[in-house]
T-cell receptor, first 113, second 112 residues
Framework: DAGVIQSPRHEVTEMGQEVTLRCKPI?????LFWYRQTMMRGLELLIY????????DSGMPEDRFSAKMPNASFSTLKIQPSEPRDSAVYFC???????????FGPGTRLTVT | KQEVTQIPAALSVPEGENLVLNCSFT??????LQWFRQDPGKGLTSLLL?????REQTSGRLNASLDKSSGRSTLYIAASQPGDSATYLC???????????FGTGTRLTVIP
């Protein structure tokens, strides 16, 4: 398997623009997680899905962030409008189920100027 | 909120040395515990998973243990190699929850 796939790998955008990050989980995994990593706060969970259904979105910073999982093989994380403080590395991870090992994608490095 | 502390924050050792990385949780009600390594500019690579019914896991030169009563975990690396240089992160989940709480990491440098 190719592992968790994320795109784009790097994104540079101006403040106020919409940003969409994409993730393809490992085939057969039914749990998907979105994390954000910054120097100040480390790794934080934003939202996770089980069987395409959002279970916990309490980590989503504010209404500017939204995530969808229209099917078992694709998820998006959208930021609209983007702000400089959103600059971070965003990771997607997937797992076979709730109690199983999580596998991370390579991340998307987002820079908002 | 679960707080996860990793000690030391950074460690530099000569090649061949055995070493121990520490991780502690403020809430000892840990369900699963996972150790990762992260290379600069890269994603996280899963090293070991200790599931709820387990206390220890081993993979090659790595051994991880979990003491649920104290909320502490250790990662033991035997015969360290320069290729082990990376940041090591521990992460735990609580019973009934899927989300992982991450530590701040230990940056390991193995000197040839």
């Amino acid at each position: 398997d190719a592992g968790v796939i994320q795109s784009p790998r790097h994104e540079v955008t101006e403040m106020g623009q919409e940003v969409t990050l994409r993730c393809k989980p490992i085939s057969g995994h039914n749990s998907l997680f979105w994390y954000r990593q910054t120097m100040m706060r480390g790794l934080e969970l934003l939202i996770y899905f089980n069987n395409n259904v959002p279970i916990d979105d309490s980590g989503m910073p504010e209404d500017r962030f939204s995530a969808k999982m229209p099917n078992a093989s694709f998820s998006t994380l959208k930021i609209q409008p983007s702000e400089p403080r959103d600059s971070a590395v965003y990771f997607c991870a997937s797992a076979q189920g709730a109690a199983y090992e999580q596998y991370f994608g390579p991340g998307t490095r987002l820079t908002v100027t | 909120k679960q707080e996860v502390t990793q000690i030391p924050a950074a460690l530099s050792v000569p090649e061949g040395e055995n070493l121990v990385l520490n991780c502690s949780f403020t809430d000892s009600a840990i369900y699963n515990l996972q150790w990762f390594r992260q290379d600069p500019g890269k994603g996280l690579t899963s090293l070991l998973l200790i599931q709820s019914s387990q206390r220890e896991q081993t993979s090659g030169r790595l051994n991880a243990s979990l003491d649920k009563s104290s909320g502490r975990s250790t990662l033991y690396i035997a015969a360290s190699q320069p290729g082990d240089s990376a940041t090591y992160l521990c992460a735990g989940s609580r019973t009934g929850a899927n989300n992982l709480f991450f530590g701040t990491g230990t940056r390991l440098t193995v000197i040839p």
